[in-house]
């Protein structure tokens, strides 16, 4: 039976997995999703670490040896560190063979650093530091604070991650943030080689704010539209911005180009096909990273074909559409989604140091 993750991964798609935690590293199935299904990446979150770390007995022994560390943030850390840094030298080999251009593990910063630069700046060092890995992407959001530090990191060359971007408007920012990082290098002869960044466009929940929308203005009819119809406008916008003279001076340095990163790409409406947001965005210098359950479907019957780049036009005039018939798509892609992803994720954060704080409490008290 052909394996459809493969067949999208030689259409130039790197295909990464959503999900990180102890048994998945250390029992081989991270390494099994490698040699089977050509995955060449790791994505991870403060909710998938919770999972990971409060539902398992996997981090007992850690959790012990750092009974004397008050701290449950810097607990959560080290812990996650040693994941990271697992999942990294399973990727090595990826990592090695394509010059630095794949084989990338992600660890996020705190969301309270969402709207601090300079702090975002000093974090992103010290885990890069700490964590001591060269395919490690530190996590970034998308925010106007974010992209001031993601160029500032560039330039002093932390490979990141810039997430939580909704808006083509945003994301051109980034990627102008990345060559100009990039270029600052270039300018005092630091080398591009191993530079590398992905910019992850939330997908599915552009779909579920817009469609509740929809729904209440009567016009179902545009529904489950608005996710593929923006990712198909940021690619054609990162074809732009990576060619011409000035990207070519820089790949010709070595540079790779930023690709973008399709995330949040389970379907959360039961109505859509359940490889919908990985059918809709294949295409070549693009990432899409998985949950578990989308690996599995689309390794069985994902159609691997080239779309990124067909039907341009028309997703034009579905967004066109879309501001007609009253929905406000810059607001809702630019400011309201940016703020509930920030809460959200401020909320799984807390939810996860908490976790962490409880069961240390238990296992040193061998309960």
Not at 75 to 92: H, M, S
Not at 98 to 125: K, N, Q, R
Not at 295 to 324: C, F, Y
Request: hydrophobic content about 40%; proline content about 4%.
């Amino acid at each position: 039976m052909p394996n459809r993750l493969k067949e999208i991964h030689a259409l130039g798609q790197a295909i990464w997995l959503d999900n990180l935690h102890r048994g998945l590293v250390e029992d081989g199935g991270l390494q099994k999703l490698v040699q089977e299904d050509d995955l060449t990446g790791v994505t991870s979150n403060p909710t998938i670490f919770e999972k990971g770390m409060g539902g398992s007995d996997r981090y007992d022994d850690d959790f012990r040896a750092l009974a004397d560390v008050d701290d449950p943030e810097e607990v959560f850390f080290q812990l996650a560190y040693k994941d990271v840094r697992g999942a990294c030298d399973i990727l090595r080999g990826v990592f090695e063979s394509t010059d630095g251009a794949d084989g990338y593990v992600s660890f996020e910063l705190s969301p309270g650093l969402s709207l601090d630069a300079d702090g975002s700046v000093a974090a992103a060092l010290t885990h890069y530091e700490r964590i001591d890995r060269p395919n490690v992407l530190i996590k970034v959001p998308g925010t106007a604070e974010g992209v001031k530090a993601f160029e500032e990191l560039t330039y002093l060359g932390i490979n990141v991650n810039v997430t939580l971007l909704f808006a083509v408007l945003r994301y051109r920012e980034v990627a102008e943030a990345y060559i100009s990082g990039l270029q600052r290098r270039a300018d005092e002869g630091k080398p591009l080689e191993k530079a590398a960044s992905v910019a992850s466009f939330f997908v599915s929940r552009v779909d579920t704010k817009i469609d509740k929308r929809l729904e209440e203005l009567g016009r179902t009819d545009l529904a489950g539209k608005a996710a593929v119809a923006n990712a198909k406008i940021a690619y054609e916008a990162f074809q732009e911005i990576f060619s011409g003279p000035k990207w070519e001076a820089l790949a010709a340095k070595g540079a790779h180009p930023q690709r973008p990163l399709w995330a949040s790409t389970s379907t959360k409406n039961p109505a859509y096909k359940d490889t919908l947001y990985v059918d809709e965005l294949i295409g070549p210098n693009t990432v899409n990273t998985m949950p578990d359950a989308t690996i599995e479907a689309s390794r069985d019957h994902a159609t691997p074909l080239i779309t990124i780049d067909q039907g341009v036009e028309e997703a034009q005039k579905v967004m066109d559409e879309l501001n007609k018939a009253g929905v406000d798509v810059n607001d809702i892609v630019l400011h309201q989604l940016v703020d509930e992803g920030i809460k959200s994720f401020t909320d799984s954060y807390d939810s996860l140091i908490s976790t962490i704080a409880e069961k240390a409490k238990k296992v040193t008290a061998g309960v």
